[in-house]
């Protein structure tokens, strides 16, 4: 069942995005903030990922998945350092300060597949 909202729809793409490309888990994707996408040496990655076990690392963004990044967080205004990249979007088609959660992320990429 395709998204219901265009809010949804970009959000969802972009959750996408970074979980395929990135190799991230669900809950680590609805963490991120805007302030941990940076580009390094003329690369895009996401630093101080806290992943399982406590463990920080840094992951290389594939260009495409810095392209859906970026224009998500245009359209919905993020500009903050510590805002989230992935946040919950309630009806009808607001976008909140609260983050997505992992399962509904999950539910997000089962809804597409």
Known sequence: MPPTTPNRGMRDR????????????????????????????GRWVLVDVLGKGEKLRSIPVHPLAAVAIRQWCEHAGITDEGALILPTIRNPDRITTEPASGARLYDACKRYA
């Open 14 to 41: 972009t959750a996408m995005w970074i979980m395929g490309t990135c190799g991230l888990r669900r809950e680590e994707a609805a963490g991120l903030r805007f302030g941990q996408l940076q580009e390094r040496d």
